[in-house]
């Protein structure tokens, strides 16, 4: 087990040696190149600050409004049937929407039951299982303009459910 934090420790800096290594073998002005990228990067975040900010904020109004306790309240029948936690139910109704807002409440679950409690492993994992359905279908279907989306959805919440499931069991919750 040692070695694979050893090789952690060497990855990025052997990734990035390459990536510099080859970029000089092909003669590509690799400072230049890293200026434009930047650039790029800068109006990517540019874009998608004022939906971030929209998004943050309508999480904020959720959660100071007790709508989100209030879902937990109304679904905690249906999740001790599932051995869900009902802690999570607020994390897993808002990681359907914003990865950044379900960030902010994992965080606030580590704070009050600890990272490695059950409570803050199935956070963990949920969080790696699960994907931002309506926020990435969104994106994609607006770039790609894609009009017939079929079974997308459906499939993208089902996905997201095994996701969940997988969480809890992984974590040893059932």
């Known amino acids: 087990m040692t070695f694979f934090y050893y090789i952690s420790d060497f990855i990025i800096p052997l990734i990035i040696f390459y990536i510099v290594a080859y970029a000089l073998t092909e ?17 990517t975040v540019l874009k998608i600050m004022p939906t971030l900010i929209g998004l943050m904020a309508a999480v904020g109004m959720l959660r100071a409004s007790g709508f989100l306790d209030f879902v937990a ?11 869900f ?22 965080l ?6 600890g990272t490695d409690s059950q409570i803050g492993l199935t956070a963990s994992i949920m969080m790696g299982c699960t994907e ?16 017939k989306t079929r079974w997308t959805l459906a499939g993208a919440l089902l996905s997201t459910f095994a996701g969940i499931a997988a969480s809890v069991v992984l ?3 059932m």
Do not use: C, N, W
């Open 27 to 43: 003669k590509i002005s690799v400072y230049d190149e890293f200026v434009k990228g930047a650039a790029d990067g800068l109006k």
């Open 132 to 147: 931002t359905v309506f926020y990435t279908m969104s994106v994609y279907f607006l770039t790609a303009k894609v009009t």
């Open 73 to 83: 309240k109304y679904l905690s029948g249906a999740a001790k049937l599932l051995h």
């Open 171 to 173: 974590a040893g919750m």
């Open 85 to 106: 936690p009902v802690q999570l139910i607020p994390l897993a109704v808002v990681r359907l929407f914003s990865s950044s807002a379900a960030t902010s409440l994992a």
């Open 108 to 113: 606030d679950i580590y704070k009050s039951y």
